[in-house]
């Protein structure tokens, strides 16, 4: 007679491999595979992308020039 914790471990095993088979275990989720899949994920990396390039070019216009004497020389 087999004990419940060998059964158990069989049994977890088992799931391990149909996971792996499947391409549903932890290992096999690139960040690539779940971008894919994940409308909100994509979503996301659209509204940073966008955020981003939209500080970026604020940068770039927002030029003051100050007064004389304003700055400490280096």
């Given at each position: 007679m087999?004990t ?6 069989r ?7 149909t996971?792996l088979?499947e391409?549903?275990?932890p290992r096999?989720?690139?960040?690539i ?8 994920f994509?979503?996301a ?5 966008k ?7 604020r940068r770039?216009?927002?030029?003051i ?5 304003w700055?400490l020389p280096?």
């Open positions: 087999r419940p914790t060998i059964c158990t471990r049994e977890a095993v088992l799931d391990e491999l996971q088979i391409g549903r275990h096999c989720q690139t960040v595979a779940r971008f894919l899949r994940d409308p909100e994509q979503q990396s659209e509204l940073l992308a955020a981003i390039e939209e500080e970026q070019r770039r216009s927002a030029v020039n100050l007064p004389p004497g700055l280096v």
